[in-house]
């Protein structure tokens, strides 16, 4: 599922996406759980995502969920809150073939609309606005990389400017045995008017195929350099079927 924030741009459990887009009449579905934490606060994420195969090489979808917080407050007060996430719509469409052009390459674009609470500390408060570009390419028989490079456009918030963000990244895959795969990426977020405030954040994990179309997936990250996650985590599930067909 393609999205505006970094956990939800990408098959899981990744943040870099590859270019295939989801099989004509396949509906894919993604579950999951996430954790970020640092030294004041702990953020558990609860994501679901739809996506469906519209024509070749043509997807569309949209990702929603919850989020739960444990905020550390003044004087040692924690404070929990919980929420909806915001809503993510997106399409991904290949516009280039390995065949032709070195390398399968797609165009994703997304639109997340601020369905979370801005006022408990939750989201944005407005819509972004979300283009990237993906490249996969297989190295051996085991190995691929891909490549993402991509732009968001961030809206303002009442008196709020924000800055639209720069975001891009690497990823590798090798396939240990037929049904598990290991997984990591090095990504990065930098404001268009601060380059020195990029966040960069390394995650690395796993792929099983417990059966053809039923992925499990887990992974560990932490923050590089401007990023204040002391560790993340995520576990989940990809469910592929036929839908529509006859």
């Given at each position: ?114 369905t979370a609470s801005y006022n408990e500390g939750f ?87 417990i059966m053809n179309n039923l992925v499990l997936d ?29």
């Amino acid at each position: 599922m393609i999205g505006i924030t970094n956990d939800a741009r990408a098959g899981r459990p990744l943040t870099v996406d590859d270019a295939e887009p989801v099989g004509v009449q396949q509906l894919e579905w993604e579950a999951g759980f996430g954790y970020v934490g640092d030294h004041w606060l702990q953020h558990m994420d609860f994501p679901f995502g739809l996506t469906y195969g519209l024509w070749p090489r043509v997807e569309a979808g949209f990702g929603f969920g919850g989020q739960m917080e444990e905020r550390e407050e003044t004087l040692g007060e924690e404070k929990v809150i919980s929420d909806i996430g915001d809503l993510t719509l997106g399409t991904k469409v290949k516009v280039l073939t390995a065949d032709c052009w070195w390398a399968d390459q797609s165009l994703a674009f997304a639109v997340k609309f601020p369905t979370a609470s801005y006022n408990e500390g939750f989201g944005s408060g407005r819509m972004d606005y979300d283009l990237t570009w993906i490249l996969s390419k297989p190295i051996t028989d085991k190995w691929s990389v891909h490549f993402n490079a991509g732009h968001t456009w961030t809206g303002d918030h009442q008196d709020e400017m924000h800055d639209d963000v720069l975001h891009y990244g690497l990823a590798l895959d090798y396939q240990i045995t037929e049904r598990v795969q290991l997984v990591a990426e090095i990504f990065a977020d930098t404001p268009i008017t601060a380059e020195q405030d990029t966040s960069v954040r390394f995650n690395g994990g796993v792929r099983w195929s417990i059966m053809n179309n039923l992925v499990l997936d887990a992974a560990l990250g932490t923050g590089v350099r401007c990023d204040p996650a002391e560790i993340t985590a995520t576990i989940g599930l990809t469910w592929t079927f036929d839908f529509g067909r006859k």
